[in-house]
């Protein structure tokens, strides 16, 4: 059965980009068929994937307002491993022309299912705002993905999301879920970082991974390069932790199965 995450935080610079095409990275190399889709109009997860957005004739843009089929604008990623539903800045325009569509906030949900069977593993990523992309986004996903930074404001962006996702979850996704928080930037040496590290474990308990991404030059870098941190520097940190997240994710997807 394909499931389908959002990596979803209303504040930016958080990771959420380079969580997205890691984990798909990650995902994809235990084996899984994965889709990395890019719902921001920023189009990073895109070049992030070795995509150039600029020579695109066809985005998500297309496919959300019904002019083409998803999997018409589906392209390989460059390290070959995940394939990409790329997305430019023609994506901005989507405030406006999903407005007199109808059901306009499940536009992304009802253009993935002719596709949904063909992977394992669908990873969302959506701007740092809640617009009409980002409530697409949550309104096509079994669970949010919540990367968040171990600082002082960062509990109070997170009550911003999970208010977001029971409004959503109440009247267009029943059953719209946290699937887990990640913890990006760690730095155990930081006492910050451990007391938001202490706070989300007396608060979300199990929602929170085990695995925490440290800040890695070698994962700041990867992007650039078009690839994955896995693919530009096998041995880094920061790969070697969406390895682990990507694990423990799929571990966690077999104990839920069980029970």
């Given at each position: ?108 949900r009802y253009a993935l299912i002719r596709i949904k069977n063909n992977y394992d593993f669908i990873i969302v990523d959506c701007p740092p705002s809640l617009s009409m ?127």
């Open positions: 059965m394909t499931r389908i995450f959002t990596v979803a935080n209303q504040k930016g610079g958080v990771g959420k980009t380079t969580t997205s095409i890691n984990l798909a990275a990650s995902l994809a190399s235990y084996g899984k068929r994965v889709l990395l889709v890019d719902m921001d109009p920023q189009g990073n997860a895109t070049m992030g994937s070795g995509v150039n957005k600029s020579d695109l004739e066809v985005t998500t843009l297309d496919v959300l307002v019904g002019i083409v089929e998803a999997e018409e604008v589906v392209q390989r990623s460059l390290s070959g491993s995940y394939d990409v539903l790329p997305a430019n800045d023609d994506l901005t325009a989507a405030e406006i022309e999903l407005l007199n569509l109808k059901n306009k906030e499940s536009r992304l992309l980002t409530i697409n986004s949550l309104v096509s996903c079994d669970g949010v993905i919540v990367p968040m930074q171990c600082e002082y404001f960062a509990l109070e962006g997170l009550s911003d999301l999970i208010g977001t996702i029971k409004k959503i979850s109440q009247h267009l996704n029943p059953g719209l879920k946290i699937e887990g928080i990640v913890r990006t930037m760690f730095d155990p040496r930081n006492s910050l970082s451990n007391e938001v590290t202490a706070q989300l474990a007396h608060h979300f308990g199990g929602l929170m991974y085990q695995v925490a991404i440290p800040r890695n030059v070698r994962l700041a870098e990867a992007p650039s390069h078009g690839l994955p941190a896995l693919v530009y520097d096998k041995n880094s940190k920061g790969a070697v932790a969406y390895l682990g997240l990507a694990g423990e994710i799929l571990r966690r997807g077999k104990t839920k199965i069980k029970s």
